[in-house]
């Protein structure tokens, strides 16, 4: 089977860094994306990790530990246009399948 | 460069009428996906494709129907619309292969209301 856990809210403070989390359970599992989603829009992708360690773009970066079968999306330098939704998402064999998103409250 | 165009953007049906949503990509992505976003449901993957004359069943595919005829285009039909097919839908394409990654490039959405 296949499901992925995320934190359905988080909340941080313009100017810092977060980290959201994504445990997926699925076999025959490629890789980890990330995307992004504004409130009205399409989502966007940000990463994808299909090896173990850290891939950094920019102020944002993302993790992936096949082994404990979790990743992470870290963003710095948090900015307010940064608020948004935020998926994760397995590629297994020619499907993609999302996690629920979390929903990044950035405070001023 | 359109990349994913979907129509219609808008649609508001009632019980028990059909229709169908284009999906259409100028890329010469192989693969392409339908999805649907509810609430608090994520992106749900309904039906994909990974090549013209081929479709696979997503994780809710009941009620749905789709063709690819034509590389570039990706269609969605729904046969007898229920007010549980209200939702905004999303087609996304890729290019082929597991190591390229899962980049997916989405259109601008779909929303869809059955009365």
């Known amino acids: 089977g296949q499901s992925l856990e995320q934190p359905s809210e988080v909340t941080a403070v313009e100017g810092a860094i977060v980290q959201i989390n994504c445990t997926y359970q699925t076999s025959g599992f490629y890789g980890l994306s990330w995307y992004q989603q504004h409130d009205g829009g399409a989502p966007t992708f940000l990463s994808y990790n299909a090896l173990d360690g850290l891939e950094e773009t920019g102020r944002f970066s993302s993790f992936l530990s096949r082994s404990d079968s979790y990743g992470y999306l870290l963003l710095q330098e948090l900015q307010m246009k940064d608020s948004a939704s935020y998926f994760c998402a397995v590629i297994r064999d020619d499907k993609i399948i999302f996690g629920k998103g979390t929903r990044l409250h950035i405070l001023p | 460069n359109a990349g994913v165009t979907q129509t219609p953007k808008f649609r508001v049906l009632k019980t028990g009428q059909s229709m169908t949503l284009l999906c259409a990509q100028d890329?010469?992505?192989?693969?392409m996906y339908w999805y649907r976003q509810d609430p608090g449901m994520g992106l749900r993957l309904i039906h994909y494709s990974v090549g013209e004359g081929t479709t696979a069943k997503g994780e809710v595919p009941d009620g749905y129907n789709v063709s690819r005829l034509k590389k570039q285009n990706f269609l969605l039909g729904l046969e007898s619309a229920a007010p549980s097919q209200t939702s905004v839908y999303f087609c996304a394409s890729k290019s082929s292969g597991r190591v390229s990654g899962g980049e997916l490039f989405f259109g601008e959405g779909s929303r869809l209301t059955v009365l």
């Open positions: 890329m010469n992505h192989e693969y």
